[in-house]
């Protein structure tokens, strides 16, 4: 099942950027007789339902915005209605209690054999005190949960802005016991909330890359526009924030200054913990996904939107922070650009080699050069890539031979491509060691860009 983005526009209005786009699921289903079931639904949020409704697209709080804009009393409705559009990813929280998620803390539950939307969820919580929590804005959270080791449980945060300016917002990291109970673990008092889109784990601590891209609460009030009032300060460091999940310590450390969407793995190793990330330099990549910078062949050729892996250290009896690159081969010499990444599961939390991912602007000229990469990390000489021209990849999912393999790679990548000259899509199936498609399940027609999804082998 994946989630992503189904619809750009309704009547005379139109999303200016990606992200904002209607959230759109696509389903394939495998009998295990060699067909292939597909089937795609909108969600049915009230944002979209109300936009339907007028025939044109409803105020209510957008990464960005539309044109034509909405006027000051639209916009002062949106900011009260707040973000609806869950369009990012979607996760399995218990059993039957699957939920589509956006960066915010609301949450859509959905039917995941049929796709039909159930309900909309804002779990309750219980804050700690505080003289100022009644100028909490709680809505800010993760697309990106990760598991709990050795628990059915899953691990989130929640940001709590601080409408009073001069007083001290609040980070939490949650526990997801269902779409609906969540608790939190432990909370502490930060001067500024950063965006943060993902966070890394292991088994005993959690580290969020606090990147100094800071929500600024005055120009979200002014022009209730997520993207205009989001400040990034280049001269800044990076505060890593290093959780012990059993006792709720927090560990606060700095790094140099860096931009990060999307964590890959991390693990403990020898009183160390490794933390992967896709990196960039910073933000500008996600400006620019506006849409007409997506529509114009040459501009969006122009900016710069490849990744970089890097692998930090983070010693915390000494408190220092290291990180490093990695080399490209001739065989994959994009191999290290990559983003949305995926791992083989089972070793989450374990020291792996591999890392797998989308990297745009693979030839370094054409945005359209999409490759599926494959990283070693364990600087074996193992990287590859797959690549076909005008053939337009997105996020790969890894599905592990049953009993996992004998070897980490030992699976498939499983991706949905639109075949640009037959103008219609298929599902690729790669062979995750050679990095070779062996088998598609191809679809007559065209299925739209998609963010995140995985797969799921307990729904029927």
């Known amino acids: 099942i994946r989630n992503g983005l189904g619809r750009y526009e309704i009547g005379q209005r139109r999303f200016t950027h990606a992200f904002d786009a209607f959230a759109k699921l696509l389903s394939w289903k495998f009998p295990g007789n060699g067909t292939a079931f597909f089937s795609t639904k909108f969600i049915q949020s009230d944002f979209y339902k109300k936009s339907i409704e007028m025939h044109d697209i409803a105020p ?5 915005t539309v044109e034509p804009e909405f006027n000051v009393f639209q916009r002062f409705e949106a ?32 039917d995941p054999i049929s796709l039909k939307t ?24 993760s697309a990106h949960p990760l598991p709990e080791m050795g628990t059915p449980h899953h691990l989130s945060y929640l940001s709590s802005v601080n409408i009073i300016p001069g007083m001290k917002s609040r980070i939490s990291l949650v526990r997801i016991k269902s779409s609906e109970e969540r608790e939190i673990i432990t909370s502490w008092e930060v001067d500024r909330v950063p965006y943060m889109h993902s966070f890394a784990a292991t088994k005993n601590y959690v580290v969020f890359f606090a990147c100094p891209y800071f929500i600024n609460v005055k120009k979200m009030v002014r022009y209730a526009i997520p993207e205009r009032s989001l400040d990034w300060e280049q001269e800044s460091p990076t505060i890593l924030y290093v959780v012990h999940i059993k ?47 997506l529509l114009d062949p040459i501009k969006r050729n122009q900016f710069n939107t490849r990744a970089s892996v890097r692998r930090y250290t983070i010693t915390l009896n000494t408190q220092t922070v290291v990180w ?17 990444p995926t791992i083989n599961e089972f070793y989450r939390y374990r020291p792996y080699c591999f890392a797998y991912g989308v990297a745009l602007k693979c030839n370094n000229v054409s945005l359209s050069d999409i490759a599926i990469v494959k990283k ?28 996992g393999g004998k070897y980490e790679d030992d699976g498939y990548l499983v991706l949905p491509v639109l075949n640009g000259e037959a103008k219609s899509s298929y599902l690729a199936f790669i062979d995750a060691r050679s990095m070779e498609m062996v088998n598609s399940a191809e679809i007559p ?14 729904l029927l």
């Not at 999307?262 to 190793?269: G, K, L, P, T």
Request: glycine fraction near 4%.
């Open 324 to 340: 490093k690159t990695f080399r490209d081969t001739e065989t994959a010499p994009c191999a290290s650009a990559l983003d949305l």
């Open 79 to 110: 900011l009260l209605r707040g973000i609806d559009n869950m369009n990012v990813n979607v996760y399995k929280f218990g059993e039957n209690d699957v939920a589509v998620l956006n960066d915010f803390w609301k949450v859509y539950t959905i």
């Open 445 to 458: 027609m065209i299925v739209p860009f998609n963010l995140h999804g995985r797969f799921f082998d307990d």
């Open 118 to 141: 159930r309900t909309s969820i804002t779990p309750s919580i219980h804050v700690p005190k505080s003289p100022s929590a009644f100028t909490f804005l709680n809505f800010i959270s």
């Open 60 to 64: 209510y709080l957008l990464f960005e």
């Open 376 to 403: 070693d990390l364990c600087g074996r000489g193992r990287d590859k890539m797959w690549k076909i021209a005008n053939h337009y990849a997105v996020e790969a999912w890894f599905i592990p031979e049953p009993g």
């Open 247 to 293: 006792s709720g310590k927090v560990v606060t450390m700095m790094t140099d200054n860096v931009f990060m969407m999307h964590q890959i793995n991390a693990f403990e190793r020898d009183g160390v913990i490794i933390v992967d990330i896709s990196a960039y330099p910073n933000p500008d990549f996600v400006k620019n996904l506006e849409m007409k910078n």
